[in-house]
């Protein structure tokens, strides 16, 4: 159970930058605490999404599922820049 959970606090930041780094426009107003949620949220629903269309158990590192994960935390990026309404001024 610990390590579930430190697993996806780590996995859920990494994937959380690097969904911001892909998102459209300028995202570095969203706070730090926000884009490791977004990253966890990206995790888990994008592997969610991922199994929906495609085989979840595959040998090795399983890249195109880590694309959605990171694709669903740059939308959720997103959302919560529009949502937080933070201004750079």
């Known amino acids: 159970m610990i390590s579930a959970i430190l697993w996806a606090l780590i996995g859920g930041t990494i994937i959380g930058f690097l969904g911001k780094w892909v998102a459209p426009g300028d995202r570095d107003n969203v706070p730090l605490?926000?884009?490791?949620?977004?990253?966890?949220?990206?995790?888990?629903?994008?592997?969610?999404?991922?199994?929906?269309?495609?085989?979840?158990?595959?040998?090795?590192?399983?890249?195109?599922?880590?694309?959605?994960?990171?694709?669903?935390?740059?939308?959720?990026?997103v959302v919560a820049a529009g949502v937080t309404g933070r201004s750079k001024s």
Request: charged share 5%; hydrophobic share 60%; net charge neutral.
């Open 33 to 77: 605490w926000l884009t490791i949620i977004c990253g966890i949220g990206g995790v888990l629903i994008g592997t969610w999404l991922y199994s929906l269309f495609f085989n979840p158990h595959t040998n090795g590192i399983d890249w195109w599922r880590h694309i959605w994960q990171v694709a669903v935390a740059a939308v959720l990026v």
